[in-house]
């Protein structure tokens, strides 16, 4: 069977070259940029990649627009930020070769946050669906937190691939920020709402879960940090949508993160190599 890895970047010169090394088993690598401003495609384009370029407009529409150029019979998917270790790499090529019945696999996820794997913090049962027959899977059409869509029993590779989810705090807070944003501009087009108790308690519990519940107080200083940081996370996300909220009652037009509503009326088109 054929593969094909799909890597969705953007301004990502620090991670992108050992990335694409770290996938170059596959027969074809597409990357799909989001007009980079940096040297991310620059530097890509000293390996085999193909390299197209589209408008972000979420993980779930980038991905799916990759998806509709793949004509490969298995796609594997990543991000800038994440590795394919050698074992990992053997087992895909292993399990491949012999013809799967079922039409994808989940990778474990190794998250490692300021040089440290974090063991606990509700990341240990970190997994993903990024190994699948590229006809039968399909991401919903959110803007963040969008897990592929796939029929059928899915089992799980042995070996884990590594993410590396920050360096620094530099690299951490914008996509932080944007992240909450986004978080909020889909809540918001859900129709959820923002009050004291969303404010309180779901920042609260989910420092609560992931510090006490999930053993973040085992992975030391670093679980203590990634705990408050999920909290923050949840509080950010929320606080915009009260925000959110507040301004559209008022009649203001918000200038919200676009969204790609052509996904709900997606026809295929021809696949593109």
């Not at 909020?184 to 087009?189: D, E």
Request: hydrophobic share 40%; net charge negative.
């Amino acid at each position: 069977s054929s593969l094909k890895v799909v890597i969705t970047t953007f301004n990502e010169e620090v991670n992108v070259a050992e990335c694409i090394e770290s996938v170059l088993f596959a027969d074809e690598i597409l990357l799909v940029d989001s007009f980079s401003k940096d040297r991310t495609v620059e530097i890509a384009g000293r390996y085999p990649v193909t390299i197209l370029q589209r408008e972000y407009f979420g993980s779930a529409a980038q991905k799916n627009w990759a998806l509709d150029r793949v004509k490969h019979d298995w796609v594997l998917i990543i991000d800038a930020d994440e590795r394919v270790p050698e074992a990992l790499a053997r087992e895909i090529l292993s399990t491949l070769a012999e013809e799967p019945t079922v039409n994808g696999f989940y990778i474990r996820r190794e998250n490692v946050f300021i040089d440290e794997v974090i063991r606990h913090s509700g990341w240990s049962t970190d997994k993903v669906v990024r190994l699948f027959r590229r006809d039968k899977g399909r991401y919903p059409n959110r803007r963040v937190h969008a897990d592929l869509e796939i029929e059928g029993a899915v089992p799980v590779l042995r070996n884990p691939f590594l993410h590396y989810t920050f360096r620094t705090f530099d690299q951490y807070f914008p996509k932080f920020l944007n992240y909450a944003q986004w978080g909020a501009a889909q809540a918001f087009r859900d129709g959820r709402k923002a009050g004291v108790v969303e404010l309180v308690f779901r920042p609260w519990w989910r420092f609560v879960r992931s510090y006490f519940v999930q053993g973040g107080i085992l992975d030391g200083t670093h679980g203590f940090v990634v705990c408050s940081l999920q909290a923050f996370g949840v509080f950010l996300k929320y606080a915009r949508l009260w925000e959110y909220r507040i301004r559209a009652a008022r009649g203001e037009d918000l200038a919200l993160p676009a969204f790609d509503d052509s996904e709900d009326t997606w026809k295929r088109p021809e696949a593109e190599g």
